[in-house]
DNA sequence: ATTTTATATCGTCTCATGGCGATATGTATA
DNA sequence: TATACATATCGCCATGAGACGATATAAAAT
């Protein structure tokens, strides 16, 4: 049963294109909860129960994120007795939000240049 | 009365942290339609009227797609006459993009290992 | 000055997503 | 075996995003 619900998603998984594999990691990314427990994981394996108290959200909000990392395939999950662990899955992912933090950056730095002329304008 | 308007948006950006930026960013790239589009640009500078027949979706649905992309930061946008032309603001955005697409990829050949997997057992 | 062309914005619809409490599932403990 | 614990899933609501036709804006051509 479990098996069998998993080898149909993953055929269907199979038959997205890598475009669609793309758009799943990014979305995946695209929430600030979701960032932010990449961040809270770092490099580390932890459990749920660690992860849910970081966060002042509800326990079912908290699994859905991990769900939504997990099967984007940025997370991997480990069962271990009574808990699920959690840890990012290719290091590879750190250089993707570094190299999207530069963007950022860059953005935000050339949002306060403009406004800084701005300013001198108003005075 | 255009520049206050923008003024005004940008403050309002500014107020928004880094990781705002990012989910930013992050949300603008996660889209079929965008992504294809910045694939359709690559290194150039191409006017709307080049990008709307290229996809089979409405010249206002494009727009908004490349207004997105611009207030993300990820695309430029030049006016010249009656033409509006976009083009890739960073190219090291193509960076990010490459990054992501080795997580597809090593994603999709997981999954295709694991199929192959299980069509053995089926045999 | 009117019309055409190029693009952005608006209003509306529908569907997807995030949030939460309640419930299910599965493991450990008494 | 009953109970407590850890986590995932379900059902619902509210909000947001994508699609599109219609309209607005603004430059170019007539």
Redesign the pocket.
């Known amino acids: 049963m479990?098996i069998y619900k998993w080898f149909v998603s993953s055929l269907d998984t199979m038959r997205r294109s890598a475009t669609n594999w793309r758009v799943k990691i990014l979305?995946a990314l695209?929430?600030?909860?979701?960032l932010e427990i990449i961040e809270f994981l770092g490099g580390e394996e932890r459990?749920?129960?660690?992860i849910?108290p970081a966060f002042?959200?509800?326990?079912?909000?908290?699994?859905?994120?991990?769900?939504?990392l997990?099967e984007a395939g940025i997370l991997e999950?480990r069962?271990?007795?009574?808990?699920?662990?959690?840890r990012v899955k290719n290091p590879r992912l750190f250089d993707l939000l570094r190299v999207v933090d530069s963007l950022a950056l860059e953005e935000i730095s050339e949002l306060k240049k403009a406004e800084s002329i701005l300013m001198d304008c108003v005075k």
């Open positions: 479990y979305a695209s929430d600030p909860i979701r459990c749920v129960c660690e849910v002042g959200r509800a326990q079912s909000t908290i699994s859905k994120h991990l769900s939504i997990n999950r069962i271990d007795g009574k808990r699920t662990l959690y």
